[in-house]
């Protein structure tokens, strides 16, 4: 092999790994997305999560009076 061959195969090698380089980064940088969207969603959960527990205690709270209520109007003896 003489250094024609050697640098030839060389140079080959040298745009194969920058090509797997920008892959590498594409790839990183999907998962970097991936993770952004994900927490994003995470935060989303758990914002609705809280408003339906609310939502939940008020109408049970709300349940509770008018059968309280009603209850009382008719043990009116």
């Known amino acids: ?6 640098d030839e ?3 080959r090698l040298d745009e194969r790994t920058e090509r ?3 892959r590498v980064e594409r790839i990183d940088n999907r998962v970097t997305q991936q993770d952004e969207v994900i927490d994003d969603l995470d935060q989303r959960v758990t ?3 809280t408003i339906l527990a ?3 205690f008020g109408l049970s709270s709300l349940i509770a009076t008018a059968l ?7 043990n009116l003896k």
């Open 47 to 49: 914002r609705n999560t």
């Open 54 to 56: 609310g939502f939940t």
């Open 20 to 22: 797997m380089d920008a």
């Open 1 to 6: 092999m003489d250094d024609s061959e050697r």
């Open 68 to 74: 309280g209520k009603l209850h009382a109007l008719f």
């Open 9 to 11: 195969i060389l140079w």
